[in-house]
């Protein structure tokens, strides 16, 4: 299953960073291949400057060794080996209309002394980060994920939806980082789903990415902005900022598991502000996204 997981997940990169550079028409992903010392390494590609796309990453890691001292805690168990692997993308567009987007597909084992597999998951999903709301990019891009959830189970995309408008909330701002999408972990084998089963909707949902993304970047990036907007994407980004770095599960495991800094970092936006005390005016369209992230909205 990792080899076969790997494999997918190297073509997936391939596919949307050519789609990508495609869409941007002028910016190429820089690629930087890099090694782990206690085991494994990665595949990062970064784009930067372009047309549309101001910063992005999408990058492919595949690491083994002992497990980490909070991974030992996390599973009770005095020692163990583990391997993970997965692709983890943010597209931050230079356009405020254009939304910011993340995704990531895992899989991950952990082995017993004598290198037999005691257990193995996937996780996942992708979310929609918008600065400006528009309703219609909302539905699209919910649409797609549950179309996607629904050719494997009928209650995929209402439980994946809830868990990520769950995990992407900001608790110190009492607000989600953004319009959410799915989140799964821990997609294990059951009496249900078999790990082909859980391999054939992690891949569909992986596939689906474009799809419920390249639209609404094709519909936004024209669109005129000023300062004052511009600027209100960077205030915006800033709560982006606070949210990986405080509450990010999968930030806060690769900085304690020495981690590849540039790659873990690289899902920080290019520039960002933060405003003491900063508040929409009335009635404004930046007061209506905010009224829609304090409150998850059934979009699909």
């Known amino acids: 299953m990792k080899d076969k997981f790997y494999a997918y997940i190297q073509e997936l990169q391939d596919t949307i960073t050519d789609k990508l550079e495609e869409v941007d028409g002028k910016a190429k992903f820089k690629e930087d291949l890099w090694k782990r010392n206690e085991g494994g390494g990665g595949r990062t590609r970064v784009i930067e400057n372009g047309n549309i796309f101001e910063k992005g990453g999408v990058n492919i890691s595949a690491v083994h060794g002992q497990l980490p001292d909070v991974l030992r805690k996390q599973f009770n168990v005095a020692e163990g080996n583990f391997y993970a692997c997965g692709l983890s993308l943010v597209i931050h567009p230079k356009n405020p209309f254009v939304p910011t987007v993340h995704a990531n597909w895992r899989y991950f084992e952990m082995y017993d002394e004598n290198n037999n597999v005691v257990t193995q998951w996937f996780g996942g999903g992708q979310d929609l980060t918008p600065y400006y709301l528009f309703e219609e990019d909302a539905f699209h891009f919910h649409s797609i994920c549950k179309e996607a959830c629904s050719k494997h189970h009928e209650n995929y995309y209402v439980e994946f939806k809830e868990a990520c408008d769950h995990y992407f909330w900001n608790k110190h701002r009492n607000e989600a980082r953004g319009i959410g999408g799915l989140f799964f972990d821990y997609l294990k084998e059951t ?27 094709e519909k ?27 509450h990010d599960r999968g930030t806060l495991f690769g900085l304690k598991t020495n981690g590849r800094i540039e790659s873990i970092l690289m899902s920080l936006p290019p520039t960002v502000k933060w405003k003491y005390d900063h508040q929409p005016n009335e009635g404004s369209q930046e007061a209506a996204l905010i009224e829609v992230l304090r409150e998850p909205k059934k979009w699909a």
């Open 191 to 217: 009496d249900t789903f078999s790990m082909d089963d859980r391999y054939n909707f992690v891949t569909e949902v992986g596939n689906s990415f474009l799809n419920s993304y390249i639209p609404i970047v």
């Open 220 to 246: 936004r990036k024209d669109t005129e902005y000023n300062q004052l907007q511009r600027e209100w994407q960077e205030v915006r980004r800033g709560r982006y900022v606070e949210f990986n770095l405080v």
